[in-house]
């Protein structure tokens, strides 16, 4: 399970080069387009598919799109996830 969870990082950046690359670029003005991010990877930690995700979109030197969800440590406690995880 450790290895599924170090996975899913290098996982993301790699979707993410490949969608980059066949994408025409686009304008965003704000977060209001990743909007439906947040109930897909809420749906997620609430089946227990993962503890938590902190999801992070940038264009070009801009941050446009940063939000943690979950728990970052599910034992010995509980701990929630941050943005700087």
Do not use: N, W
Not at 27 to 37: K, L, R
């Amino acid at each position: 399970m450790k290895h599924c969870l170090a996975a899913l990082p290098l996982a993301a950046v790699i979707a993410a080069a490949h969608l980059t690359a066949q994408t025409p670029p686009m304008a965003v003005q704000s977060s209001a387009g990743f909007a439906p991010i947040a109930p897909l990877i809420e749906a997620a930690v609430a089946r227990h598919e993962l503890p938590g995700a902190v999801v992070l979109a940038g264009r070009g030197d801009a941050i446009v799109y940063h939000a943690a969800f979950g728990q970052r440590a599910v034992r010995p406690a509980p701990e929630a996830m941050t943005e700087d995880a």
